[in-house]
């Protein structure tokens, strides 16, 4: 979270920052008071304030990652145990089904055998 959120103002419309004033009821902190930055209009509650949404940007940004990583594994790791039609794994050991020998996910071989695409919803 940021300290000066953007929100779209409801009051005067444009794009402002949030500015957050602890509220005291003598010492004691009873709440806060949201307005905004740009025309100063208060906030009933957190609620009604709308906030730019960030959320958004960032599951661009996971999905970005994640296509980085996939593309980044697409050369090499094509040949590793783990993306191989005979690469068995259970909760006890990886196994090798060709070989019936204990493997590696990172091991590579020279018999490898692409995996149906569809066996790959389990992993
Ligand atoms: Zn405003």
Known sequence: MSASPEIVCPACGRDALLLR?????????VGETLSCASCGHVFESEADVQFVSRKKVEVFTTADRSKDVKVFGEGENRRLCRYCAHYVVNPFMQWCALHKK??????????????PPEKKAIL
């Open 21 to 29: 004033q602890p509220r005291y009821d003598g010492f004691t902190k």
């Open 102 to 115: 204990e493997v590696q996910a990172t091991d590579t071989c020279s018999q490898f055998t692409p995996k």
